[in-house]
């Protein structure tokens, strides 16, 4: 296999309306707790041993829907499978082309049949349910997805906040459900459906965080596997069918904004171990967009005193960091955040340590305004740009089809530029293709990585895989990882206004992290050491920890000193030389 491919975002894309005229089933399932709607991360549910537990996520795949027949006969919808998740509010998907007709039993699996569930995960295009990126289930390694993630924070006997965390996975604990439903689909109907947690957790074998474990990784001949296995065939229930009106559903079909006639299609190059990326279709990359987008990434004119560019802070020698412990300004102010490195921006669709920007087009005018940073007004700039004795207006002419200059093309720009900045070349990845050999630390590293601490089931690794797992060794999640219990950069919570998310940051992405020093949000940690003891001796528990870490004894997972030098080892294997040298200057 070829371990890097060329995707080009084709403009047929733009055009093809795929509008079925078949019935539309559409499901909803709202994840319950003994009837009433399951509050995420609130601290007031029960086991039936009377363990309080809360949970913060509920993640899962269902798919293989049939319907039966009034005759008995079933119908299988072909390529039926969604991903539900508490956290982002995604209870309700389509099953489109439907045969209309009269169907008594609808049934489906929690999971995935071998087929899918074994099937190359980087064919997913994005926003397809088994897309990695989208659904963060991908089992790194390892192989398969995750089914069913259910996580939560309990109390345990010594009065402590304690985590749980439970994964279904493996081809041979999918679960098949199968519920009564008289649906008369003619045009468009909506299923509504509960998915009771409690029974999960419950029924019929009920599950103690205390006797029966805080962690299942499915594993052969795990007993909380086989218990949920058994509880989920039950869990699920039907509320209600109700037909909807012939309501057309809109398609967004977002055009390119300002796509001049003439433009060379850029050439993504990306691992072929990565899922498709979500690229923007109104801001397709070219050639000339991303020419402009690196010379304005380079140019300090951007700056209020013409003395700061992007790449004065994102230095690409450095991994695109300044090696700062917080961000310095144009006029020598100092921010609060350690700056953070650029690539494989693509993969992630919320910008910034907290997450408050949606796009890299929002994002980028930020640091342009911020008076901390480059405080510039972009009026002046926009000016600026216009009247320098350079050729700005024939590269946006190039770019967009006209010699304007505006905000907003000086972002998609830039957008199209980072968009660019793609990382899979380390010597992790040409390991991982066959071309390399790790040295016998680099793989006990990545071993500890990748094995989760459990040492009920006789596993003892440093479970760092479950938050920076998958090829791009991020997920797209905010996560506290127990820096502190008290906050004074409250993070996450500060966008959202939730106080489940006190203290949580972006997972940052652990590629090219030898050269990112310092580290964390607010740089505290200066070397790959010193974040790995983190991890083992300084975790400290709050009530918005994340389970992965909380289940694990008082301040973190117990490695001996080899273990943590071998952790470091693995992690200096994924630096990537070509992307230092590939976007090391302006082109
Ligand atoms: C003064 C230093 C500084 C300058 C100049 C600067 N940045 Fe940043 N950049 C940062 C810091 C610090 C963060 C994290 C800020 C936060 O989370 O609040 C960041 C975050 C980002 C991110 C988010 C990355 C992610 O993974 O979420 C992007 C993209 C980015 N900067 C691009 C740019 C671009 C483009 C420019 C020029 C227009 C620029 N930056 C100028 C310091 C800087
Ligand atoms: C619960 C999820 C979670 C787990 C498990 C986890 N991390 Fe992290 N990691 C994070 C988050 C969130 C951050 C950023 C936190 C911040 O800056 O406030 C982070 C930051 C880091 C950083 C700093 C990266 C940078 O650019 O600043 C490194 C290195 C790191 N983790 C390595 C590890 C290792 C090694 C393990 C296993 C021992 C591990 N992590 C386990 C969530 C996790």
Same mark, same amino acid.
Not at 170 to 183: E, F, I, K, Q
């Given at each position: 296999?070829?371990?890097?491919?060329?995707?080009?975002?084709?403009?047929?894309?733009?055009?093809?309306?795929?509008?079925?005229?078949?019935?539309?089933?559409?499901?909803?399932?709202?994840?319950?707790?003994?009837?009433?709607?399951?509050?995420?991360?609130?601290?007031?549910?029960?086991?039936?041993?009377?363990?309080?537990?809360?949970?913060?996520?509920?993640?899962?795949?269902?798919?293989?829907?049939?319907?039966?027949?009034?005759?008995?006969?079933?119908?299988?919808?072909?390529?039926?499978?969604?991903?539900?998740?508490?956290?982002?509010?995604?209870?309700?998907?389509?099953?489109?082309?439907?045969?209309?007709?009269?169907?008594?039993?609808?049934?489906?699996?929690?999971?995935?049949?071998?087929?899918?569930?074994?099937?190359?995960?980087?064919?997913?295009?994005?926003?397809?349910?088994?897309?990695?990126?989208?659904?963060?289930?991908?089992?790194?390694?390892?192989?398969?997805?995750?089914?069913?993630?259910?996580?939560?924070?309990?109390?345990?006997?010594?009065?402590?906040?304690?985590?749980?965390?439970?994964?279904?996975?493996? $081809?041979?604990?999918?679960?098949?459900?199968?519920?009564?439903?008289?649906?008369?689909?003619?045009?468009?109907?909506?299923?509504?459906?509960?998915?009771?947690?409690?029974?999960?957790?419950?029924?019929?074998?009920?599950?103690?965080?205390?006797?029966?474990?805080?962690?299942?990784?499915?594993?052969?001949?795990?007993?909380?596997?086989?218990?949920?296995?058994?509880?989920?065939?039950?869990?699920?229930?039907?509320?209600?069918?109700?037909?909807? !009106?012939?309501?057309?559903?809109?398609?967004?079909? *977002?055009?390119?904004?300002?796509?001049?006639?003439?433009?060379?299609?850029? #050439?993504?190059?990306?691992?072929?171990?990565?899922?498709?990326?979500?690229?923007?279709? $109104?801001?397709?990359?070219?050639?000339?967009?991303?020419?402009?987008?690196?010379?304005?990434?380079?140019?300090?004119?951007?700056?209020?005193?013409?003395?700061?560019?992007?790449?004065?802070?994102?230095?690409?020698?450095?991994?695109?960091?300044?090696?700062?412990?917080?961000?310095?300004?144009?006029?020598?102010?100092?921010?609060?955040?350690?700056?953070?490195?650029?690539?494989?921006?693509?993969?992630?669709?919320?910008?910034?340590?907290?997450? #408050?920007?949606?796009?890299?087009?929002?994002?980028?005018?930020? *640091?342009?305004?911020?008076?901390?940073?480059?405080? =510039?007004?972009?009026?002046?700039?926009?000016?600026?740009?216009?009247?320098?004795?350079?050729?700005? *207006?024939?590269?946006?002419?190039?770019?967009?089809?006209?010699?304007?200059?505006?905000?907003?093309?000086?972002?998609?720009? %830039?957008? !199209?530029?980072?968009?660019?900045?793609?990382?899979?070349?380390?010597?992790?990845?040409?390991?991982? &293709?066959?071309? =390399?050999?790790?040295?016998?630390?680099?793989?006990?590293?990545?071993?500890?990585?990748?094995?989760?601490?459990?040492?009920?089931?006789?596993?003892?690794?440093?479970?760092?895989?479950?938050?920076?797992?998958?090829?791009?060794?991020?997920?797209?999640?905010?996560?506290?990882?127990?820096? $502190?219990?008290?906050?004074?950069?409250?993070?996450?919570? #500060?966008?959202?206004?939730?106080?489940?998310?006190?203290?949580?940051?972006?997972?940052?992405?652990?590629?090219?992290?030898?050269?990112?020093?310092?580290?964390?949000?607010?740089?505290?940690?200066?070397? %790959?050491?010193?974040?790995?003891?983190?991890?083992?001796?300084?975790?400290? #528990?709050?009530?918005?920890?994340?389970?992965?870490?909380?289940?694990?004894?008082?301040?973190?997972?117990?490695?001996?000193?080899?273990?943590? &030098?071998?952790?470091?080892?693995?992690?200096?294997?994924?630096?990537?030389?070509?992307?230092?040298? =590939?976007?090391?200057?302006?082109?």
């Amino acid at each position: 296999m070829k371990w890097f491919r060329t995707i080009g975002i084709g403009l047929a894309l733009f055009l093809a309306g795929n509008r079925a005229s078949a019935a539309t089933l559409q499901v909803q399932i709202l994840p319950k707790m003994a009837g009433q709607d399951l509050q995420p991360a609130s601290f007031r549910y029960h086991t039936s041993a009377g363990e309080t537990f809360s949970v913060t996520r509920a993640s899962y795949l269902v798919s293989d829907f049939e319907l039966q027949r009034v005759d008995g006969s079933w119908l299988t919808l072909s390529n039926s499978v969604a991903w539900l998740d508490l956290g982002q509010n995604r209870n309700t998907f389509r099953l489109e082309n439907v045969p209309p007709g009269d169907f008594t039993t609808i049934r489906f699996l929690v999971g995935l049949n071998t087929n899918l569930n074994q099937a190359n995960p980087a064919k997913f295009p994005p926003g397809h349910a088994l897309n990695p990126d989208l659904d963060g289930l991908y089992w790194g390694w390892q192989g398969g997805y995750v089914f069913m993630a259910l996580e939560g924070l309990w109390r345990n006997p010594a009065g402590e906040l304690d985590g749980w965390a439970y994964h279904l996975a493996r $081809d041979t604990n999918a679960v098949h459900v199968s519920l009564a439903a008289p649906l008369d689909i003619t045009n468009e109907t909506q299923l509504d459906l509960d998915f009771d947690v409690s029974a999960a957790l419950n029924a019929p074998c009920p599950l103690s965080f205390a006797t029966d474990g805080t962690s299942t990784h499915s594993r052969d001949g795990d007993p909380i596997a086989a218990a949920l296995v058994k509880n989920l065939a039950t869990a699920f229930r039907v509320r209600k069918v109700t037909a909807l !009106n012939d309501a057309e559903i809109a398609i967004a079909d *977002p055009r390119p904004l300002y796509l001049p006639k003439k433009f060379t299609p850029w #050439r993504f190059q990306i691992s072929a171990t990565f899922p498709m990326p979500d690229l923007p279709r $109104d801001n397709p990359l070219t050639v000339e967009r991303v020419t402009l987008g690196n010379k304005l990434f380079f140019d300090r004119r951007l700056s209020i005193n013409n003395r700061q560019s992007c790449a004065d802070c994102h230095e690409p020698d450095n991994g695109f960091t300044d090696g700062r412990r917080t961000a310095r300004g144009a006029e020598g102010k100092l921010g609060p955040r350690n700056t953070m490195p650029l690539f494989n921006l693509a993969w992630k669709s919320e910008f910034f340590w907290d997450g #408050r920007a949606q796009s890299l087009r929002q994002q980028v005018l930020q *640091p342009m305004q911020n008076p901390l940073e480059m405080h =510039e007004n972009l009026t002046n700039l926009v000016t600026r740009l216009a009247h320098a004795h350079d050729n700005y *207006p024939a590269l946006f002419k190039a770019a967009f089809g006209s010699t304007e200059i505006t905000a907003e093309k000086i972002a998609l720009a %830039l957008e !199209n530029y980072l968009l660019t900045l793609t990382s899979f070349d380390s010597k992790f990845d040409r390991v991982l &293709a066959g071309r =390399e050999k790790f040295t016998p630390q680099e793989q006990r590293g990545f071993e500890l990585f990748s094995t989760e601490y459990d040492p009920r089931r006789g596993q003892f690794g440093a479970d760092c895989f479950h938050c920076h797992g998958g090829p791009l060794f991020q997920s797209q999640s905010f996560a506290n990882n127990g820096l $502190d219990s008290t906050f004074s950069d409250p993070g996450r919570e #500060r966008v959202t206004g939730k106080s489940s998310d006190l203290g949580k940051f972006a997972v940052p992405s652990l590629r090219n992290v030898a050269l990112t020093a310092p580290y964390m949000h607010d740089g505290r940690f200066q070397t %790959l050491d010193e974040v790995v003891e983190h991890y083992c001796t300084g975790v400290k #528990r709050s009530a918005t920890l994340d389970p992965n870490l909380a289940r694990h004894p008082d301040g973190g997972v117990p490695l001996s000193a080899e273990d943590k &030098a071998d952790l470091v080892a693995f992690l200096k294997t994924l630096t990537d030389e070509r992307y230092l040298q =590939e976007f090391s200057h302006p082109q």
